[in-house]
């Protein structure tokens, strides 16, 4: 299967460790993307987010500065895993450099999403952080 990787960088006027947190904290996670979502901050923990849309397990944590997690969407061939990773820095202004990566999309569903994450995660996380 012939797979691509996306890459994303992105400035949000929040700290990294309330982007870690919005992302990693069930309840939070659930408030800006506006469905369900199961994640326990732990390094080998499963976790589901838009309702079992996205399943996967999380490899690595470094609060407020790396997120790294075997992540799968629903219609991806059955056990195939992409890995991505959340790297945050602080930069000046009060705001955080989020650099994204998503190794091993397959290349059938690379334009879904590359547009997904800017439109699902990016621009709702945004909005709830810069209120």
Same mark, same amino acid.
């Given at each position: 299967?012939?797979?691509?990787?996306?890459?994303?960088?992105?400035?949000? $006027?929040?700290?990294?460790?309330?982007i870690?947190?919005?992302?990693?904290?069930?309840?939070?996670?659930?408030?800006?993307?506006?469905?369900?979502?199961?994640? $326990?901050?732990?390094?080998?923990?499963?976790?589901?987010c838009?309702?079992?849309?996205?399943?996967?397990?999380?490899?690595?944590?470094?609060?407020?500065?790396?997120?790294?997690?075997?992540?799968?969407?629903?219609?991806?061939?059955?056990?195939?895993?992409?890995?991505?990773t #959340?790297?945050?820095?602080?930069?000046?202004?009060?705001?955080?450099?989020?650099? #994204?990566?998503?190794?091993?999309?397959?290349?059938?569903?690379?334009?879904?999403?590359?547009?997904?994450?800017?439109?699902?995660y990016?621009?709702?996380?945004?909005r #709830?952080l810069?209120?």
């Open positions: 299967m012939k797979t691509k990787n996306i890459e994303h960088t992105v400035l949000i $006027r929040a700290t990294p460790q309330e870690y947190d919005g992302l990693m904290n069930e309840k939070k996670h659930a408030q800006f993307t506006g469905d369900t979502a199961k994640i $326990r901050a732990k390094a080998g923990a499963a976790f589901s838009y309702g079992g849309y996205i399943t996967g397990i999380t490899l690595e944590l470094k609060p407020g500065k790396r997120i790294v997690q075997a992540w799968r969407t629903q219609g991806w061939p059955e056990g195939h895993y992409s890995i991505v #959340f790297a945050l820095a602080k930069k000046s202004g009060g705001r955080t450099q989020l650099c #994204f990566t998503q190794v091993g999309v397959p290349a059938n569903d690379y334009a879904k999403k590359y547009h997904g994450w800017r439109e699902h990016w621009q709702p996380l945004k #709830f810069e209120k």
